[in-house]
C-alpha cells in the first residue's frame, strides 16, 4: 500500500526528531512492503520566518489532502513576543480545528526498564501504570471567546470556557469505547464543584456511562486527580477530560513515566486521517545538539500506523524495538544523568535495527 504522510517538522527539536520517525517508518515500509511518501510542509516560527504567518494556506491543504500527518513541535523564543494570533502555537491550534481533530490520546504507562526514572516512591508504582487520557481538543477555553476590555479595574483580559452537548457527547463515545478495548473503566475529571461547564460536562459522562454498563466509571475533580496521580497512578485506566485539564494532566502523567520524551500523542477526528504528534513541546535549548530523545515521535508514527492505516503488525514491531532498546540499556540524555548517552540518531540506530 502507499501512503502519503504530511510532515510538519516546526521548530527547535521538531525536525530532528521528525526525521528519526521518518527513518523508522522507512524501515517499516521495507520490510513490511509498504511505501510512504513524505511531503514536508511548513507550520510554526520555521513557516513564520519563510512566509510571516504561523499557519499558511499550503500547509492546511497539503494536511487535508494526505493520507495522515506528522507533526514534530512548534515555538521558541525567538517568536515569543508576537501577538497571540501570530504565535507559533497557534498554528498548532488552527491545525487541529482545520482537521476537526477533537480526540487526543495520550497514552502514559511505565516502562519496565525505566521505572528508576519514575520520580515516585518504589513501593507507589510497584505494579507500574498503563493511562490513556482522552483530551478534547477542539473546545473549551483553548477556543472560547477571548479578548481585552475595560473592566472596574481598569484594563482586564479574558477567556471563556464553553462546552456544548455535542462537543461532550463525541469526547464521551471515544472515552468509554476506548475504556472497552483496555482495563473498562472510565475516570471524567471537571471541575463541577464550580464551572458550569464541567456540570454540563459531568451530566453528559453519566448519560454516557448508562450506556456503557460493562464499564466502570466515576468522576473526579481536577485538583483531587492532580493529586492522586501522583499518590496511586494505577488507580486510573482511561481518564477523559477537557482540553486545559487535559493538557496540564497529560503533562504530569509524562513526568510519572520517567520523561516526557516518551510521551507519543494521536489526535483523531472524524475520519482516519489524523495528527500524530510528541506531547512535548520543542525544546529550543537542546536544539541541533543532537540530544533529542526522538521516542515519543517514533512512538506516534507508530500510533499513525495503527489507527490512521490500521496496521497493527508493523505498530507493535515499533513499540517492540523501543522496548528492546530500552531493556537493553541505551539511554537519550534527558534519562542519562550525565552518564554518556545515546544521540537522536544513535537511539534511532538501535530502534532501526530492532525492526
Ligand atoms: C500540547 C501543547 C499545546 C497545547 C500548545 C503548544 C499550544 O502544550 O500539545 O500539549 O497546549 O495543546
Ligand atoms: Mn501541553
Redesign the pocket.
Known sequence: MRYNIALLKGDGIGPEIVDSAVRVLEKIGQKYGHEFVFTPYLIGGAAIDACGEPLPKETVAGCLASDSVLLGA??GPKWDTLPGNLRP?KA??GIRAAMELFTNLRPAKLYPALKDECPLRADIVENGFDIMIVRELTGGI?FGERGMREGKWGEEAYDTECYSRMEIERIAKVAFETAMKRGKHVTSIDKANVLESSRLWRKIMHETAERYPDVEYRDMLVDNAAMQLVRNPAQFDVIVTSNMFG?IL?DEASQITGSIGMLPSASLGETSRGLYEP?H?SAPDIAGQHKANPIATILSAGMMLLHAFGLSKEHDAIVNAVDAVLNAGYRTADLSHGAPYLTTEEITDKILEQI
Open positions: 512548534v515555538g502555537e498548532l491550534l483553548y493538557d497529560s506531547i513541546g
